[in-house]
């Protein structure tokens, strides 16, 4: 099917990018955010604004959601208000918010009772990603459902990759948060450091981002951190979310994951300081406090 009429729930720090990239891309799109007031500057740029997810979704050829947390994704697609209750039969959904895998697969069939192909898309590339649209899109669901929306995808991201049914997708962002945990205690370690061995941090940084240690964490957090800049690409509180979903996953595979229980340790304690609000690269703030 031809998509153009998007209902879009969520403009935070990710989707208020995307709804931008959407629109830049001639599709119509009409956004539920919880808080309107940080949705009305899409207005000029062409997006309708509805009052409630239901509302947005009415006449929509495909319904996306960003939200915060498994029980936002809940209330967004299956609440009294929420983009199911309107969705007509033929439509098209995504959730691109990380979020629990079984929840994914439960929209999924409770959207097919009302003729809606829907899946599970949720994002990686951070808000860099989202305002350039390069973000990476992992993809779980139907392959006709795949094949519908990559022309919205593409909009949004540079990949877009399934990996198996409904939950697929969840699955593999879980993964990609896994690497990512381990991955910004090496990068903190790493600079306090070379603060400690009296090296030229921001060199240091340049020089290996191009070897075998860079990473996107590296070239992207990295020089952030050296500023000091700790605002959210990626909330401390939404990714403590995430390990915690990662980590009851791997429990009921019986496997254990020593590097993200530390991570989740390292985030949480920042968190209970009142610090749940930085983005991720504010993990350099325990280091700072230990060094």
């Keep these: 099917m031809q998509i ?15 709804i931008t990239n959407l629109l830049k891309a001639g599709f119509k799109v009409t956004v539920y955010n919880r808080t309107r007031a940080k949705a009305e500057d899409l207005v000029p740029l062409g997006a309708t604004l509805a009052d409630s997810p239901a509302q947005a979704a009415a006449d929509a050829d495909l319904a996306i959601s960003i939200v915060g947390y498994p029980q936002d994704v809940r209330e967004t697609w ?16 995504l959730d691109m ?94 600079i306090v450091s070379a603060e400690k061995f009296g090296l030229d941090r921001e060199q240091l940084i340049t020089t290996l981002s191009a070897g075998a240690a860079g990473s996107f964490s590296m070239s992207s957090y990295g020089p952030r951190i050296l500023k000091g800049d700790f605002k959210p690409g990626f909330y401390i509180k939404h990714f ?36 749940g609000d930085l983005g991720t690269q504010g993990l350099y703030q325990y280091y700072l406090q230990h060094a």
């Excluded at 209750?85 to 098209?92: H, K, N």
């Excluded at 990996?163 to 993964?175: D, E, I, S, T, V």
């Excluded at 995430?242 to 340790?265: H, N, V």
């Design 240 to 275: 403590i979310k995430d390990l915690k979903i990662a980590l009851d996953c791997a429990a009921r595979c019986s496997l254990q994951l020593p590097g993200t229980e530390l991570a989740l340790k390292l985030y949480q304690q920042l968190a209970d300081e009142g610090k």
């Design 97 to 190: 918010t990380t979020s629990e895998p079984d929840l994914a697969k439960e929209i999924s069939k409770k959207a097919a009772l009302r003729g809606v192909l829907a899946g599970d898309a949720p994002v990686t590339g951070g808000d860099v990603g989202a305002r350039n649209g390069t973000l990476t899109i992992l993809f779980g669901g139907d392959e006709q459902l795949f094949e519908a929306v990559k022309p919205v995808c593409a909009a949004m991201g540079k990949s877009f990759t399934r990996f198996g049914g409904p939950g697929a997708g969840q699955y593999a962002k879980l993964c990609n948060q896994i690497a990512i945990a381990a991955g910004m205690m090496a990068l903190c370690e790493c």
């Design 4 to 18: 153009e009429k998007i209902a879009f729930i969520g403009a935070g720090v990710m989707g208020h990018s995307m």
């Design 78 to 93: 299956l609440g009294e208000k929420g983009l199911l209750q309107t969705l007509r039969a033929g439509a098209l959904g």
